[in-house]
T-cell receptor, first 112, second 109 residues
Framework: DAKTTQPPSMDCAEGRAANLPCNHSTISGNEYVYWYRQIHSQGPQYIIHGLKNNETNEMASLIITEDRKSSTLILPHATLRDTAVYYCIVGIRDGTASKLTFGTGTRLQVTL | SQTIHQWPATLVQPVGSPLSLECTVEGTSNPNLYWYRQAAGRGLQLLFYSVGIGQISSEVPQNLSASRPQDRQFILSSKKLLLSDSGFYLC????????FGEGSRLTVL
C-alpha cells in the first residue's frame, strides 16, 4: 500500500501563511480528504475536509488538486497556538468499507 | 446530538495480562467505526475498522482483536499484552467529519 505522505516538519513565522502539503495517490474516487491536528498528546482536533472542490472555513483553506492525488492545507495567518502536528487522513475503499488512514504527519513550528 | 465515549481513559497493565477497551457511539445508527493506536512519539496507525455488527477488518496483524457485538459498540481486546502494546488508543466514527473518542492511554509494564 502506498502511504499517505507529508513532510516531517515545517517552520513558519507568526502572521505568515503556513502551507502544509499531503500526497495521497491511492485515495479512492469518492472519499474525502480530512485534516486534523494534534497538540502534545491530546486527541486530534478537526480542521477541515473536502472531496474535490477547494474548501474554506474559519480555521483554514483546503486546496485539492484536480487529480485528487495531493492536497494542501493553508493556515492563512499562523499564530503560536497553531504549533502542532498536522495530519491528513484519506479513505481507501475496501469493498463496502472505507479504510481511513492517517498520513505521516507534519510537525509545524510557528515562531516569533 | 452525536457523541462518542471511550473508556477507560488510563490504565497500567502487566505484560501478559488481558485488555479490553470499549467505545460506544450515541445519536446515530450503523456508523463506520475505527480503532487507532499511537505509540510514543509516533503517528496514528489504523488497527481495525468496521461497517456493521460482526464485520471487522484488520489492518495490521498483531496480538490485538476487535469485536462489534452491537451496532454502536466497538471493543478492542487482547488476551496477552506485550510491552509494544503501550500507547494511546483512539476510537473514531465517521459522519461527514471524523469524530474521535477521548482516548485511552495504555502502559504495559
Amino acid at each position: 500500500d502506498a502511504k499517505t505522505t507529508q513532510p516531517p516538519s515545517m517552520d513558519c513565522a507568526e502572521g505568515r501563511a503556513a502551507n502544509l502539503p499531503c500526497n495521497h495517490s491511492t485515495i479512492s474516487g469518492n472519499e474525502y480528504v480530512y485534516w486534523y491536528r494534534q497538540i502534545h498528546s491530546q486527541g486530534p482536533q478537526y480542521i477541515i475536509h473536502g472531496l474535490k472542490n477547494n474548501e474554506t472555513n474559519e480555521m483554514a483553506s483546503l486546496i485539492i488538486t484536480e487529480d485528487r492525488k495531493s492536497s494542501t492545507l493553508i493556515l492563512p495567518h499562523a499564530t503560536l497556538r497553531d504549533t502542532a502536528v498536522y495530519y491528513c487522513i484519506v479513505g481507501i475503499r475496501d469493498g463496502t468499507a472505507s479504510k481511513l488512514t492517517f498520513g505521516t504527519g507534519t510537525r509545524l513550528q510557528v515562531t516569533l | 446530538s452525536q457523541t462518542i465515549h471511550q473508556w477507560p481513559a488510563t490504565l497500567v497493565q502487566p505484560v501478559g495480562s488481558p485488555l479490553s477497551l470499549e467505545c460506544t457511539v450515541e445519536g446515530t445508527s450503523n456508523p463506520n467505526l475505527y480503532w487507532y493506536r499511537q505509540a510514543a512519539g509516533r503517528g496514528l496507525q489504523l488497527l481495525f475498522y468496521s461497517v456493521g455488527i460482526g464485520q471487522i477488518s484488520s489492518e495490521v496483524p498483531q496480538n490485538l482483536s476487535a469485536s462489534r457485538p452491537q451496532d454502536r459498540q466497538f471493543i478492542l481486546s487482547s488476551k496477552k499484552l506485550l510491552l509494544s502494546d503501550s500507547g494511546f488508543y483512539l476510537c473514531a466514527w465517521r459522519s461527514g467529519e471524523l469524530f474521535f473518542g477521548e482516548g485511552s492511554r495504555l502502559t504495559v509494564l
